[in-house]
């Protein structure tokens, strides 16, 4: 799980930034929808629960952010062992994600933020 980023006296925390729970169920929502549609990686997700994966991607999200959420669900080693992900479908991912939060004009400072925090989990999801 990242650890969140520390915010400056007087700054905001970046849950906040990115307008809480409710920006972020919105860009999941996108980004899942996206992932659904990329042939590069949909078959990863085949036989996923998509309200529990939501879920925990809001969660996950909302910790690492700063916010009051509690991530619960596997580590991410654990969580996508034996599943062969390889780094250009970790990239096709983290594309589907930058659209998402592109399509809610998600300002770079935070997008990229964000990616700082999630980016580090490509050495426990990339195993081939």
Do not use: C, S, W
Request: charged letters at 25%; glycine letters at 8%; a neutral charge.
């Amino acid at each position: 799980m990242p650890t969140p980023v520390p915010t400056a006296p007087g700054q905001a925390k970046l849950y906040d930034r990115l307008g809480g729970k409710p920006a972020i169920t919105a860009v999941v929502d996108a980004f899942v929808a996206n992932v659904a549609a990329d042939t590069r990686i949909n078959k990863f997700f085949a036989n996923t629960d998509i309200p529990t994966l939501k879920m925990h991607l809001v969660n996950q999200i909302g910790q690492a952010t700063g916010g009051p959420e509690k991530y619960t669900g596997r580590d991410m080693k654990t969580a996508h062992a034996g599943m062969m992900i390889t780094k250009a479908h970790f990239d096709a991912l983290v594309e589907d994600l930058v659209k998402a939060l592109d399509q809610f004009k998600v300002p770079e400072r935070e997008k990229n933020e964000l990616l700082g925090l999630l980016g580090p989990m490509e050495k426990d999801i990339v195993t081939a």
